[in-house]
């Protein structure tokens, strides 16, 4: 079975642009997470998708949003970025059976640089 | 609030040899979900093994183990036979709506 796959693996933007980061989840899974990965601040939960619906948000200003389509694909999209945006992002997805025992798995990630 | 420590920011470990790395959390849920990940320089994120706060017994998962002590709020990581591969950062986490990560350990193996 294929693994979560996560769309660009790096990218290079400037601040005040805006980026779209994809993230395809395991075949069969419903539940879709992200985080971001910096040195500062470690590894930090930006949000979480199910059935299409945000159902948990961690604590990020409103520039960062995402999304979750039928087929249970993802987006998150930071606008006007900022230097501090520049981190690795992380998907992971989960079949959702319970909360506290859904083991999530996770893409390679996407390297943002935000110069 | 959920809160999770990890005290060794970096460790060393012969090629071999056994390990263990610490973890501790704070949590006032009774059902919660424990995890190690482990985070190679490539930077994915690799599943290695849960333990869920109901278990009786300690999970394994291969060389893996987690040492659960309930009443310690302790979730210590132990690798058995070390090798060269297992060199990496290592997290704990933990889940009840989303998962809460420790600061992370790295490990390195020695030959």
């Known amino acids: 079975k294929a693994g979560v796959t996560q769309t660009p693996r790096y990218l290079i933007k400037t601040r005040g642009q805006q980026v779209t980061l994809s993230c395809s989840p395991i075949?069969?899974?419903?539940?879709v997470s992200w985080y971001q990965q910096t040195p500062g601040q470690g590894l930090q939960f930006l949000f979480e998708y199910f059935s299409e619906t945000q159902r948990n948000k961690g604590n990020f200003p409103g520039r960062f949003s995402g999304r979750q389509f039928s087929n249970s694909r993802s987006e998150m999209n930071v606008s006007t970025l900022e230097l501090g945006d520049s981190a690795l992002y992380l998907c992971a997805s989960s079949l959702w059976l319970a909360w506290g025992t859904d083991t999530q798995y996770f893409g390679p990630g996407t390297r943002l640089t935000v110069l | 609030a959920q809160k999770i420590t990890q005290t060794q920011p970096g460790m060393f470990v012969q090629e071999k040899e056994a390990v263990t790395l610490d973890c501790t959390y704070d949590t006032s849920d009774p059902s919660y979900g424990l995890f190690w990940y482990k985070q190679p320089s490539s930077g994915e994120m690799i599943f290695l093994i849960y333990q869920g706060s109901y278990d009786q017994q300690n999970a394994t998962e291969g060389r893996y183990s987690l040492n659960f002590q309930k009443a310690r709020k302790s979730a210590n990581l132990v690798i058995s036979a070390s090798q060269l591969g297992d060199s990496a950062m290592y997290f704990c986490?933990?889940?009840?709506?989303?998962?809460?990560f420790g600061s992370g350990t790295r490990l390195q193996v020695q030959p």
């Open positions: 075949s069969g899974h419903r539940s």
């Open positions: 986490a933990m889940s009840r709506r989303a998962l809460t």
